[in-house]
């Protein structure tokens, strides 16, 4: 569950810093609800994630014990302390345990060549348990990762029991047609921090923007579709499954543009 990065030598744990080698000896029988934030000399959207996260705690069915939060000054500290100019933070929320663990994780920022071609996608039958909730779950993960190694996707989307697209299994989805923006509607996806961002922009640019979910065997229809996240920004698909996009597409290319001003990527 826990995959600390192989460099990282320190986390935090309820307000202390710690030696990274006992994070393994964490093991706490529940999932942990959890947020990722990308630091670059600063931290991308760090309230946003952080009250996404307290969203999450209120939305669970058990009465969490009290939670300790790090501050963007803790968070700070741990990266001068690992001495890392930039990476991914993960915070772990173990709410019945009142156990908060932050740690350096692993993380890939896509070169330019993969905004030049745009990514492979291909299709997960598969639904989170809680959409509203952004937590651990281990079989979606366990599935995802076999589909990647498999196929040799970037990403996968979920596709829920009605055939219907509504996210990737760590980003979010954006389908465009005719100049016109489709993406699924919050009550159905884990609303991500870069895509609420990414929609700031799109209302900015005056576009037309259609909540709602997108049919298998409607994707031959559009002419190009771009994923959002946290490390990925605005990222252009190229294909999913045998279904192939413009990764070119000028509006996409404006989108991403702005997106990076808003972030300053």
Do not use: C
Not at 60 to 73: F, G, H, R
Not at 225 to 237: A, D, M, N, Q
């Amino acid at each position: 569950m826990i995959s600390l990065h192989k460099s990282s030598k320190y986390f935090w744990k309820n307000g202390e810093f710690l030696r990274g080698d006992t994070l393994v000896d964490l093991t706490l029988n529940e999932s942990p609800v959890y947020e990722v934030i990308r630091y670059n000399g600063k931290f991308l959207f760090f309230e946003e994630h952080l009250h996404r996260l307290r969203m999450s705690l209120d939305r669970l069915d058990s009465e969490p014990k009290s939670i300790y939060l790090p501050s963007q000054v803790d968070m700070k500290e741990l990266f001068v302390k690992n001495n890392f100019l930039e990476g991914n933070v993960r915070m772990d929320v173990f709410p019945k345990a009142g156990i908060t663990v932050a740690y350096l994780v692993p993380f890939f920022y896509p070169s330019e060549n993969f905004y030049h071609e745009g990514v492979k996608v291909v299709l997960q039958f598969d639904e989170r348990k809680n959409q509203q909730i952004k937590q651990f779950q281990e079989d979606i993960k366990r599935n995802t990762a076999e589909i990647l190694a498999k196929t040799g996707a970037f990403e996968t989307l979920l596709v829920n029991k009605e055939g219907l697209i509504t996210e990737g299994s760590k980003s979010n989805v954006f389908f465009i047609k005719e100049g016109k923006i489709y993406t699924s509607p919050e009550q159905v996806i884990l609303a991500g921090i870069t895509r609420k961002m990414v929609i700031k922009v799109l209302e900015n640019m005056g576009l037309t923007i259609f909540f709602q979910t997108i049919d298998t065997k409607a994707i031959t229809g559009f002419e190009a579709v771009f994923l959002s996240g946290t490390s990925i920004g605005v990222l252009p698909v190229k294909s999913i499954e045998n279904n192939h996009y413009n990764s070119q597409n000028q509006l996409v290319k404006e989108i991403r543009e702005r997106y990076n001003k808003l972030s300053e990527i």
